[in-house]
Nanobody, 127 residues
Framework: VQLQASGGGLVQAGDSLRLSCVVSGRTFNVFVMGWFRQAPGKEREFVGVRRSGDIPYYADSVKGRFIISRDSANMTFYLQMNNLKPEDTAVYYC??????????????????????WGQGTQVTVSS
C-alpha cells in the first residue's frame, strides 16, 4: 500500500484548498484514513479521521471548516479546507491503516495508529 498526497499550496486567509490522498495497491472495504498536520517545531497534530462505515471526526480547531470525503471508485480521499487561517499553515499528511480497526474514534486521533503515510503536502496561509 502506498499513499500519494497532493493539493497543497500558498493561499490567503479565507481561501479554500482541497487536498487529495490516493491509496494505491488495491481497494479496501475496511480502513481508517486520517489527516494530520505538522507545523515547524511542533508535533504531528490530528486534523480528521474517516473510518469505513462511520462518519468523519474532526479536531475542534478545524470543525465546521474542513470536510473529509472519499471517492470509493478509486480509493482517493479528500480534505476540503475552507475559510483557511494562518494557523492552518503546516505540512499535511494522510495516514492509512486497515488493521487494528476496533478502537473508538478517538483512538485514531494519534498518529501512532497508522502504518502507512503519504509524503506530505505543504499548505501555507498568508494573512
Amino acid at each position: 500500500v502506498q499513499l500519494q498526497a497532493s493539493g497543497g499550496g500558498l493561499v490567503q486567509a479565507g481561501d479554500s484548498l482541497r487536498l487529495s490522498c490516493v491509496v494505491s495497491g488495491r481497494t479496501f472495504n475496511v480502513f481508517v484514513m486520517g489527516w494530520f498536520r505538522q507545523a515547524p517545531g511542533k508535533e504531528r497534530e490530528f486534523v480528521g479521521v474517516r473510518r469505513s462505515g462511520d462518519i468523519p471526526y474532526y479536531a475542534d480547531s478545524v470543525k465546521g471548516r474542513f470536510i473529509i470525503s472519499r471517492d470509493s471508485a478509486n480509493m482517493t480521499f479528500y480534505l476540503q479546507m475552507n475559510n483557511l487561517k494562518p494557523e492552518d499553515t503546516a505540512v499535511y499528511y494522510c495516514g492509512f491503516t486497515n488493521s487494528d480497526l476496533s478502537g473508538s474514534p478517538d483512538y485514531y486521533f494519534s498518529p501512532a495508529r497508522y502504518h502507512v503515510w503519504g509524503q506530505g503536502t505543504q499548505v501555507t496561509v498568508s494573512s
